[in-house]
């Protein structure tokens, strides 16, 4: 199970840090991402973290940045410079079983950036 948290209103410019904890014994082997959903529009692929390293959407490459900590069984998204644009309900994801494969996502934390 994953418990997403850390959203809310915030003035373009700003920063957020979105939070993520996971259940499970082998967290640290979990490929873990985050995604998001605006109204109207589909989900779409914000950022992920596997032992390789860190990957980013393009909109969202050198303003955000995607950490874990395996000891705390939770992964962090760092959002600065924040835009209108950017407002969306924030899913946590992973990778638990088959790799590619997003099979398990938390509740979605909603983020609201004014302009």
């Known amino acids: 199970q994953l418990q997403a948290s850390g959203g809310g209103l915030v003035q373009a410019g700003g920063s957020l840090r979105l939070s993520c904890v996971a259940s499970?014994?082998?967290?640290?082997?979990?490929?873990m991402g985050w995604f998001r959903q605006a109204p109207g529009k589909e989900r779409e692929f914000v950022a992920q973290i596997n032992r390789s390293g860190t990957y980013y959407a393009d909109s969202v490459k050198d303003r955000f940045t995607i950490s874990r900590d395996n000891a705390k069984n939770t992964v962090y998204l760092q959002m600065n410079s924040l835009k209108p644009e950017d407002t969306a309900a924030y899913y946590c994801?992973?990778?638990?079983?088959?790799?590619?494969?997003?099979?398990?996502w938390g509740q979605g934390t909603q983020v609201t950036v004014s302009s």
């Open positions: 994801a992973a990778q638990s079983g088959i790799i590619g494969r997003w099979d398990s």
């Open positions: 499970g014994r082998t967290f640290s082997r979990y490929v």
